[in-house]
Protein backbone atom coordinates (compact mmCIF):
# COMPACT_ATOMS: atom_id res chain seq x y z
CA UNK A 1 0.00 0.00 0.00
CA UNK A 2 2.79 2.23 0.91
CA UNK A 3 4.17 1.65 -2.15
CA UNK A 4 1.17 2.81 -4.54
CA UNK A 5 0.84 5.85 -2.54
CA UNK A 6 5.00 6.63 -3.40
CA UNK A 7 4.04 5.66 -6.88
CA UNK A 8 1.18 7.83 -6.95
CA UNK A 9 3.16 10.70 -5.17
CA UNK A 10 5.71 10.63 -7.61
CA UNK A 11 3.46 10.97 -10.44
CA UNK A 12 1.41 14.11 -9.15
CA UNK A 13 5.31 15.75 -8.18
CA UNK A 14 6.44 15.29 -12.06
CA UNK A 15 3.02 16.36 -13.11
CA UNK A 16 2.91 19.38 -11.14
CA UNK A 17 6.36 19.94 -12.46
CA UNK A 18 5.64 19.61 -15.92
CA UNK A 19 2.65 21.79 -15.79
CA UNK A 20 4.17 24.58 -14.36
CA UNK A 21 7.51 24.18 -16.40
CA UNK A 22 5.29 24.42 -19.21
CA UNK A 23 3.33 27.36 -18.24
CA UNK A 24 6.34 29.31 -16.91
CA UNK A 25 8.74 28.41 -19.17
CA UNK A 26 7.42 27.05 -22.69
CA UNK A 27 3.99 28.95 -23.18
CA UNK A 28 4.00 32.65 -23.86
CA UNK A 29 1.50 34.94 -23.67
CA UNK A 30 0.56 36.69 -26.58
CA UNK A 31 0.13 40.73 -26.48
CA UNK A 32 -3.09 42.18 -27.66
CA UNK A 33 -2.90 44.72 -30.31
CA UNK A 34 -6.01 46.88 -30.69
CA UNK A 35 -6.12 49.20 -33.14
CA UNK A 36 -8.87 52.04 -33.66
CA UNK A 37 -11.48 52.35 -36.79
CA UNK A 38 -9.57 54.35 -39.63
CA UNK A 39 -6.22 53.71 -38.40
CA UNK A 40 -3.96 51.40 -41.10
CA UNK A 41 -1.96 48.20 -39.65
CA UNK A 42 -0.07 45.56 -40.82
CA UNK A 43 -1.98 41.58 -40.81
CA UNK A 44 -0.33 38.80 -42.49
CA UNK A 45 1.63 41.37 -44.73
CA UNK A 46 -1.19 43.14 -45.84
CA UNK A 47 -2.16 47.08 -45.03
CA UNK A 48 -5.40 47.15 -43.50
CA UNK A 49 -7.92 50.07 -42.82
CA UNK A 50 -10.99 48.89 -40.99
CA UNK A 51 -13.91 51.66 -40.48
CA UNK A 52 -17.40 51.38 -39.43
CA UNK A 53 -20.56 52.53 -41.42
CA UNK A 54 -23.22 51.99 -38.93
CA UNK A 55 -25.44 49.85 -37.47
CA UNK A 56 -28.41 49.18 -40.18
CA UNK A 57 -32.02 47.96 -39.75
CA UNK A 58 -32.90 45.22 -42.78
CA UNK A 59 -35.17 47.86 -43.94
CA UNK A 60 -32.48 50.45 -44.04
CA UNK A 61 -30.16 47.67 -45.79
CA UNK A 62 -33.75 47.24 -48.43
CA UNK A 63 -33.33 51.54 -48.33
CA UNK A 64 -30.27 51.52 -49.82
CA UNK A 65 -29.45 48.06 -51.85
CA UNK A 66 -32.73 47.05 -52.65
CA UNK A 67 -35.62 45.22 -51.65
CA UNK A 68 -33.59 41.65 -52.16
CA UNK A 69 -31.38 42.22 -49.32
CA UNK A 70 -34.53 41.51 -46.86
CA UNK A 71 -34.40 38.06 -47.77
CA UNK A 72 -30.50 37.80 -46.28
CA UNK A 73 -30.17 40.43 -43.39
CA UNK A 74 -31.06 40.01 -39.54
CA UNK A 75 -33.20 42.56 -37.88
CA UNK A 76 -29.91 44.30 -37.26
CA UNK A 77 -26.89 44.47 -39.15
CA UNK A 78 -23.51 46.28 -38.13
CA UNK A 79 -21.79 47.12 -41.31
CA UNK A 80 -18.01 47.17 -41.32
CA UNK A 81 -15.48 48.68 -44.50
CA UNK A 82 -12.55 46.81 -44.64
CA UNK A 83 -9.84 48.62 -47.06
CA UNK A 84 -7.10 45.87 -47.39
CA UNK A 85 -4.16 47.01 -49.73
CA UNK A 86 -1.12 44.25 -50.58
CA UNK A 87 1.98 45.90 -50.40
CA UNK A 88 4.15 42.66 -51.40
CA UNK A 89 5.39 41.53 -54.87
CA UNK A 90 3.29 38.73 -54.78
CA UNK A 91 -0.38 38.11 -54.75
CA UNK A 92 -1.49 37.88 -51.09
CA UNK A 93 -5.03 35.49 -49.54
CA UNK A 94 -6.84 36.70 -46.77
CA UNK A 95 -9.91 34.65 -45.13
CA UNK A 96 -12.12 36.44 -43.81
CA UNK A 97 -14.26 34.13 -42.20
CA UNK A 98 -12.29 33.96 -39.56
CA UNK A 99 -12.81 37.35 -38.39
CA UNK A 100 -15.87 37.83 -35.72
CA UNK A 101 -17.24 40.64 -33.46
CA UNK A 102 -16.75 40.93 -29.31
CA UNK A 103 -19.45 43.15 -27.91
CA UNK A 104 -18.23 43.92 -24.43
CA UNK A 105 -17.98 40.31 -23.32
CA UNK A 106 -20.15 38.49 -25.12
CA UNK A 107 -19.07 37.09 -28.81
CA UNK A 108 -21.40 38.24 -31.38
CA UNK A 109 -20.76 35.45 -33.94
CA UNK A 110 -19.44 35.58 -37.39
CA UNK A 111 -19.91 37.36 -40.84
CA UNK A 112 -23.76 36.68 -42.09
CA UNK A 113 -22.51 35.07 -45.06
CA UNK A 114 -25.69 35.79 -47.54
CA UNK A 115 -25.51 39.22 -46.55
CA UNK A 116 -21.69 39.21 -47.00
CA UNK A 117 -22.38 37.38 -50.27
CA UNK A 118 -24.67 40.30 -51.34
CA UNK A 119 -22.84 43.10 -50.58
CA UNK A 120 -19.59 41.97 -52.03
CA UNK A 121 -20.68 40.56 -55.21
CA UNK A 122 -17.50 40.62 -57.11
CA UNK A 123 -15.34 38.52 -54.27
CA UNK A 124 -16.30 34.89 -54.32
CA UNK A 125 -16.34 33.71 -51.04
CA UNK A 126 -15.12 34.78 -47.67
CA UNK A 127 -11.37 34.45 -48.84
CA UNK A 128 -10.30 37.55 -50.20
CA UNK A 129 -7.15 37.25 -52.74
CA UNK A 130 -5.12 40.47 -53.39
CA UNK A 131 -2.95 41.05 -56.48
CA UNK A 132 0.70 42.56 -55.93
CA UNK A 133 0.33 46.68 -55.24
CA UNK A 134 -3.65 46.52 -55.28
CA UNK A 135 -6.32 47.49 -53.10
CA UNK A 136 -9.66 45.73 -52.14
CA UNK A 137 -12.52 46.92 -49.92
CA UNK A 138 -15.01 44.70 -49.02
CA UNK A 139 -18.34 45.07 -46.60
CA UNK A 140 -18.65 43.09 -43.87
CA UNK A 141 -21.67 42.81 -41.85
CA UNK A 142 -22.39 41.01 -38.48
CA UNK A 143 -25.60 40.47 -36.49
CA UNK A 144 -25.91 42.97 -34.16
CA UNK A 145 -28.88 42.80 -31.49
CA UNK A 146 -29.96 45.80 -29.87
CA UNK A 147 -31.91 44.46 -26.95
CA UNK A 148 -28.39 42.26 -25.57
CA UNK A 149 -25.97 44.36 -26.95
CA UNK A 150 -27.41 48.08 -27.32
CA UNK A 151 -25.39 49.97 -24.59
CA UNK A 152 -22.24 47.46 -24.18
CA UNK A 153 -18.62 48.95 -24.79
CA UNK A 154 -16.72 48.24 -26.60
CA UNK A 155 -16.64 46.23 -29.80
CA UNK A 156 -13.88 44.69 -31.19
CA UNK A 157 -13.30 43.13 -34.41
CA UNK A 158 -11.45 39.99 -33.34
CA UNK A 159 -8.96 39.19 -36.20
CA UNK A 160 -6.84 37.16 -34.52
CA UNK A 161 -6.33 35.09 -31.29
CA UNK A 162 -3.47 33.41 -31.39
CA UNK A 163 -0.07 33.15 -32.79
CA UNK A 164 -1.33 37.10 -32.53
CA UNK A 165 -4.41 38.67 -30.42
CA UNK A 166 -5.19 41.49 -33.00
CA UNK A 167 -8.25 43.51 -32.74
CA UNK A 168 -9.86 46.58 -34.21
CA UNK A 169 -11.56 48.81 -32.01
CA UNK A 170 -14.76 49.80 -33.47
CA UNK A 171 -16.06 53.17 -32.94
CA UNK A 172 -19.34 53.98 -34.79
CA UNK A 173 -20.01 57.25 -36.85
Same mark, same amino acid.
Request: net charge negative; aromatic share 10%; proline share 4%.
Given at each position: ?59 ? =???? &????? @? ?5 ? #? %?? /?? !? ?56 ? =???? &????? @? ?5 ? #? %?? /?? !? ?12
Amino acid at each position: MKRIISIITMLAIAFTTRVVYVNAVEYHFTEKAVYSTGETFIFHDLELICTCDGIYSSEE =LAKI &YGEEV @LNCSDES #D %LI /LT !LEITNPTDEPQALDLSSFCMQYAYTSGGGINPYLFGYLNGGIGGSKCTIESGKTVTVL =LPYP &YDWDT @LGSQKPN #D %LV /LS !LYPENVRVRIVEK
